[in-house]
T-cell receptor, first 113, second 113 residues
Framework: ETGVTQSPTHLIKTRGQQVTLRCSSQ?????VSWYQQALGQGPQFIFQ???????GRGNFPPRFSGLQFPNYSSELNVNALELDDSALYLC????????????FGSGTRLTVV | AQSVTQLDSQVPVFEEAPVELRCNYS??????LFWYVQYPNQGLQLLLK??????LVESINGFEAEFNKSQTSFHLRKPSVHISDTAEYFC???????????FGQGTILTVHP
């Protein structure tokens, strides 16, 4: 069992820039979700991909987009970064709809200055 | 709207004392319930989950939670805590078919010697 790995672990970007965060799902998992965790808050659902298609989205603007690849790895892209985008971004993988639980990565800490 | 409410933002307790972390959920997220633990600068680790069947679920490290449908609660308990249990704990629910998790705000458990 390889677990979920995310890269990079930390990142500093300037307001207005674009960023790509990466996630490698746990072996055997075909669903990946992304969450944003602001300081002192619980994680907020951004979106979910199942078999390379987005099948659920939270209350985030279109400048948050994603991809899932045939090997089930995933990317989160954020355009036109704002200061409020500073947060811990968590990737979670599961098999199917996650009835048996979700495995989270350690996250990418994004700071926008 | 789906919601999960953790009633205490911080819970201080002495080592070897019992602890209860409270969680209430709205009926729309009552399908599956989870407790996650987050240590400083780390991602989320699944502690335990309720999917169906017995309303009392246990983790391997002594925590347990009871699903109470009439009170819409899923409180987390441990009869005797250790210093190593110091962490932030998140209650989460899943009520939609595509697997979105709704998290509470988190409870910081601090165990004092």
């Amino acid at each position: 069992e390889t677990g979920v790995t995310q890269s990079p672990t930390h990142l500093i970007k300037t307001r207005g820039q674009q960023v790509t965060l990466r996630c490698s799902s746990q072996s055997g998992h075909n669903t990946v979700s992304w969450y944003q965790q602001a300081l002192g808050q619980g994680p907020q659902f951004i979106f979910q991909y199942y078999r390379e298609e987005e099948n659920g989205r939270g209350n985030f603007p279109p400048r948050f987009s994603g991809l899932q690849f045939p090997n089930y790895s995933s990317e989160l892209n954020v355009n036109a970064l704002e200061l409020d985008d500073s947060a811990l971004y968590l990737c979670a993988s599961s098999y199917g709809t996650g009835n048996y639980g979700y495995t989270f990565g350690s996250g990418t800490r994004l700071t926008v200055v | 709207a789906q919601s999960v409410t953790q009633l205490d933002s911080q819970v201080p307790v002495f080592e070897e004392a019992p602890v209860e972390l409270r969680c209430n959920y709205s009926s729309s997220v009552s399908v599956y319930l989870f407790w996650y633990v987050q240590y400083p600068n780390q991602g989320l680790q699944l502690l335990l989950k309720y999917l169906s069947g017995s309303t009392l679920v246990e983790s391997i490290n002594g925590f347990e939670a009871e699903f109470n449908k009439s009170q819409t609660s899923f409180h987390l308990r441990k009869p005797s805590v250790h210093i190593s249990d110091t962490a932030e704990y998140f209650c989460a629910g899943r009520g939609t078919s595509y697997g979105k998790l709704t998290f509470g705000q988190g409870t910081i458990l601090t165990v004092h010697p």
